[in-house]
């Protein structure tokens, strides 16, 4: 049996309690995605100190399946045992991995680390935006969710900065450099944790299934093989006998998932009666598609900005501020609309044709294109992002049973996640697949053109070994594992190569694009409504400890 109530059962909360979980939530939010940026930065040097520049791979892989895997858990566990523990053992297990990743001494732990972090990561975005629908009413809650993406855009200005700078200092506190880009997270995380424990307090609609263990162990035998695939797959072959076994152990998984999540009913893990619903499903499956677009393209822009363009990684952080700005603004005022009219539809698919705007414009960048354009198109990107993913949000939750809510709002970014797991791999495959040809094309096209021709006839010229590497790219056999090589090369003879890859990121983002009209194509097909609206109640007493009253099935225990 299962617990269920009206949405009317929404607790009240006054808004200087909200604002205090908010900053909770936030915290959360930004440690988790700060993160992913930081490390991206700090990386390579990270991988020289630990000795272990072939390994790196497995640091993100490792986060990504634990993450991946989790999201969609969090969700349904907190549906039964309450938000607020789960939340704070999210953060707890992302700390510890901080912690942990921050004492490695090999890539071999590093990575293993990173896959403790990954464990809580699930947690704190599905946990954060579960917990608001607890808190809210569905007419309040996209104006606060808008923040929620403001957090991650800001989280991928300062990310880069923050991770070069620790990346370039020898020593702090003690401490190489690089290992305070996990030790930040620690009094972060304390302050997520504090202001949580204080200030959530109730949670309506308990479920009193049994966690659905079978659903768990079958969804890790799908994503497992099948996230390995494709993270291994360019290096591999993606026609070789280890990357199609991994898909075919992947195949079986999902089969199992499948067959296990139908006979749990209510108790799965992803209840399959939310995907009786068209436009649960209609809209998750966008969810998917958008977010392999967005999240490919995106890892994509910062080598055109710092190789193509030479900036530095500072530097190229700062040129993604527009983006960082569109998604505040877009997203403030979306919300506002949305929250007024309860429509959502509109702003959607206003979101996704800017996101598809923005995309097609990066897909014409050349190496000589000026940078303001790239400001722009990323400002573009930014206000798509900050105006679909919100209210997109919105619509999967409208319909969901409130004894679903936690498993419904996993599945948002589960989905998501997904989506943007695979969009990265495929999309840097998909690069570093055509790069080479693209290179030597320019190469041949140069030929004939007076600048490259007086560079190449110059020995003084052709003798320095950075222009020797560029001239190993005329037949597309130069190598990309370090491009540093650039800052010391000729100009006339670096053009070519800058433009080959400048024509090979065109692919990724054209393909972008595409995927991103296939979601606008998703997202017309479910019909705009005005939403329920819901009956008046008596405000629920804001206590800690409720006092006792004749038990109701319609609402579930307080959160302890």
């Avoid at 993160?35 to 520049?53: C, H, K, M």
């Avoid at 700005?325 to 206003?350: D, H």
């Avoid at 996993?410 to 790069?435: C, D, M």
């Avoid at 009956?535 to 302890?560: I, M």
Wanted: charged content about 10%; some cysteine; aromatic content about 10%.
């Amino acid at each position: 049996m299962t617990d269920t109530a009206a949405p009317a059962d929404t607790p009240v909360i006054d808004r200087r309690r909200m604002r205090l979980v908010m900053a909770g939530l936030m915290l959360g939010l930004f440690m988790s995605a700060l993160d992913q940026t930081i490390i991206s930065a700090a990386l390579r040097t990270i991988a020289d100190d630990l000795n272990g520049l072939s390994q790196q791979a497995w640091a993100n892989t490792s986060y990504m399946i634990t993450s991946v895997v989790t999201t969609a858990l969090y969700g349904k566990l907190s549906d039964i045992y309450g938000r607020r523990p789960l939340y704070v053992i999210a953060v707890a297990l992302f700390v510890a991995g901080s912690v942990l990743c921050g004492l490695a001494s090999s890539m071999v732990m590093l990575s293993v680390f990173r896959g403790v972090q990954g464990l809580g990561a699930g947690g704190l975005m599905s946990l954060a935006f579960a917990i608001l629908a607890d808190l809210l009413p569905p007419t309040e809650r996209s104006r606060y969710q808008a923040w929620f993406g403001a957090v991650f855009g800001v989280a991928a200005v300062v990310g880069p900065v923050v991770g070069g700078f620790f990346a370039g200092l020898d020593a702090f506190a003690g401490a190489d450099g690089w290992r305070w880009a996990f030790f930040i997270n620690v009094p972060v995380g304390i302050a997520a944790v504090l202001l949580i424990l204080s200030q959530v307090r109730v949670q309506a609609n308990r479920s009193t299934d049994k966690p659905d263990i079978a659903g768990v162990i079958t969804l890790v035998l799908f994503l497992v093989p099948v996230l390995f695939a494709v993270e291994e797959g360019p290096k591999w072959g993606w026609g070789s006998a280890g990357t199609l076994g991994l898909f075919a152990v992947g195949a079986v998984g999902l089969v199992l998932f499948l067959m296990a999540q139908r006979r749990a009913g209510g108790a799965a893990l992803l209840p399959t009666p939310m995907f009786r619903n068209p436009v649960f499903s209609l809209y998750n499956g966008v969810n998917t598609i958008v977010g392999a677009a967005v999240f490919g393209s995106l890892a994509v822009l910062p080598l055109y900005l710092q190789i193509v363009k030479g900036l530095s990684p500072t530097e190229a952080g700062l040129m993604l501020l527009p983006q960082t700005l569109g998604i505040i603004v877009a997203g403030r005022m979306c919300s506002a609309y949305v929250t007024r009219t309860g429509k959502f539809k509109g702003s959607m698919l206003a979101g996704i044709v800017l996101m598809m705007a923005g995309t097609f414009w990066f897909g014409s960048f050349g190496a000589d294109t000026e940078l303001w354009q790239a400001g722009v198109a990323a400002g573009v990107m930014g206000s798509g992002i900050g105006m679909c993913w919100q209210v997109m949000l919105v619509a999967i939750q409208r319909d969901l049973e409130p004894r679903y809510m936690g498993a419904g709002i996993g599945s948002f970014a589960f989905f998501r996640s997904i989506g943007g797991t695979v969009g990265i791999s495929v999309f840097f495959s998909l690069f570093f697949g055509t790069v080479g040809g693209r290179i030597a094309d320019a190469y041949a096209d140069a030929a004939n053109d007076p600048g490259f021709k007086a560079a190449l006839a110059d020995p003084a010229v052709t003798s320095q070994p950075a222009n020797q590497t560029l001239l190993a790219g005329r037949n597309g056999a130069v190598s990309l594992d370090d491009s540093s090589f650039l800052t010391h090369a000729d100009a006339r003879l670096a053009h070519p190569f800058l433009e080959g890859m400048a024509d090979a990121m065109q692919t990724v983002f054209l393909v972008s694009g595409t995927l991103l009209a296939v979601g606008l194509v998703l997202a017309l097909i479910p019909r705009d409504r005005q939403p329920v609206p819901e009956p008046e109640t008596e405000p629920e007493p804001d206590t800690a400890s409720p006092a006792p009253s004749t038990p109701s099935p319609t609402r579930g225990p307080a959160l302890r």
